[in-house]
Nanobody, 119 residues
């Protein structure tokens, strides 16, 4: 289970920090990431991070957003600075994980958290 928190309403130029904790039966987690879906648009990648700390960002958020993770807590974070109105979306946590040693890896999604940036 992935549970996001930290969304809300913020003015343009402000900041928010999203958190996503993975819980339940977890043997190992490979990549974790954040995606977002604005109203009427497709879901898009925001940022990903591997279990070794390699990161990848969408061009639209580079220099403003920072993804990080705490492997001991099975938690991924997204620090969002200098927010813009176009960042308004539902943000979803994603994890590529294995629930047991002999199970194949699978992709899991959180339920999402709303981020609204007022201009």
């Amino acid at each position: 289970q992935l549970v996001e928190s930290g969304g809300g309403l913020v003015q343009a130029g402000g900041a928010l920090r999203l958190s996503c904790a993975a819980s339940g039966s977890i043997f190992s987690i490979n990549a974790m990431g954040w995606y977002r879906q604005a109203s009427g648009k497709e879901r898009e990648l925001v940022a990903t991070i591997t279990n070794s700390g390699s990161t990848n960002y969408a061009d639209s958020v580079k220099g403003r957003f920072t993804i990080s993770r705490d492997n001991a807590k099975n938690t991924v974070y997204l620090q969002m600075n200098n927010l813009k109105a176009e960042d308004t979306a539902v943000y979803y946590c994603n994890a590529d994980l294995r629930t047991k040693a002999y199970f194949p890896r699978a992709n899991y999604w959180g339920r999402g958290t709303q981020v609204t940036v007022s201009s």
